[in-house]
């Protein structure tokens, strides 16, 4: 049996046609893909777009004029003649459109980042975008009054919230905001802090006597005598009803004892007149802890029991946390 050969120069034609197609459809891929990019990069960029449609109308120029001009050299002379248009016009474009969008893009960037804006003014311009830059000027004025009123409004709710509306003074929020912040340096340095707690004697019987007018006359009139007593960082605080906190940072004991003896005395002798009332009598029973390294709750709660002790042995005195005077 005879077997046929073939010879291996047979193959070849098939193996170079499939190469040759491998080829053009790498070529043709790639090309989709450049195509693809340069498509997305002229959609971004308005220059590009511009740019990309002068291009388009010189190639079709240059492809008319190879129709209908026979000569050379005209085709040649014409062609320069429109590439020379194309340049004049793509310079006109730049300057009229092109720089001044760019310009309002640098300006709008400049404000959503908050950065100066020298050398950067179109509203000088009297066509669409000197109008358009006014407009986006105009629109960050408007924003910027509107934080400014926010944050003021803010600010004034806050202070409205910290704040007793009777007395002014400051309330149990504001003393719970910081408060803590007072102990923590305190902590943080190694000083005394001492807390008393100032509470009115028999201040139902003042507003059942006198009225809740004249109630909220004493409270108005001791609120302003406390502050007599005040150092500039002191917290002075209206507890509720008729008691009244005073944090002392870097105040001890024997200090502490003074000032709150100060306090009473200038209570008691307080004149404070009613309309028709005369004089309303006014005492206070105050209750005095001090230490270190204590936190803020606990030296109120035994501030506040020192108080009730003030009370129980006939009011109008101070107590402190381990004596009563």
């Given amino acids: 049996m005879h077997t046929q050969t073939v010879p291996v120069s047979a193959h070849k034609p098939d193996n170079l046609q499939k190469q040759a197609f491998s080829l053009l459809a790498i070529s043709m891929i790639r090309a989709i893909q450049v195509w693809q990019n340069a498509t997305a990069v002229i959609k971004r960029s308005l220059s590009a777009q511009i740019a990309a449609i002068q291009l ?28 020379a248009l194309q340049l004049t016009l793509w310079l006109l474009l730049c300057r009229l459109i092109i720089r001044p ?29 000197g109008s358009l830059s006014r407009t986006l000027l105009a629109t960050e004025n408007e924003v910027q009054r509107q934080q400014q009123e926010l944050q003021s409004l803010a600010g004034k709710m806050d202070s409205e919230r910290r704040h007793d509306p009777l007395t002014t003074l400051h309330n149990r929020r504001h003393l719970y905001l910081e408060g803590p912040k007072q102990f923590s340096m305190a902590h943080r340095l190694g000083y005394e802090v001492s807390v008393m707690m100032i509470d009115l004697d028999h201040f139902k019987q003042i507003n059942d006597t006198y009225g809740h007018a004249a109630g909220d006359k004493v409270l108005i009139d001791v609120a ?19 008691e ?21 005395e200038d209570i008691e002798s307080m004149q404070i007149l009613y309309e028709d009332a005369g004089r309303i009598p006014v005492t206070c029973s105050i209750g005095v802890s001090s230490g270190k390294g204590m936190d803020m709750e606990q030296m109120i709660l035994i501030a506040d029991e020192a108080v009730y002790k003030a009370k129980d042995t006939g009011r109008n005195r101070v107590s402190h946390a381990g004596c009563g005077t």
């Fill in 101 to 129: 969008i760019r310009e309002l893009q640098k300006l709008a960037r400049k404000i959503e980042s908050k950065e100066e804006r020298h050398g950067i003014d179109l509203s000088d311009r009297r066509d669409e975008i």
């Fill in 56 to 83: 388009a109308l010189l190639l079709l120029g240059s492809a008319l004029l190879t129709i209908f001009i026979e000569q050379q050299s005209q085709i040649l002379i014409v062609t320069l003649i429109l590439l």
């Fill in 224 to 242: 302003e005598a406390l502050l007599k007593h005040c150092r500039s960082y002191d917290l002075l605080i209206r507890f509720g009803g008729e």
């Fill in 244 to 264: 009244f906190t005073l944090v002392m940072p870097n105040c001890n004991q024997e200090q502490s004892l003074q000032a709150a003896h100060r306090i009473r």
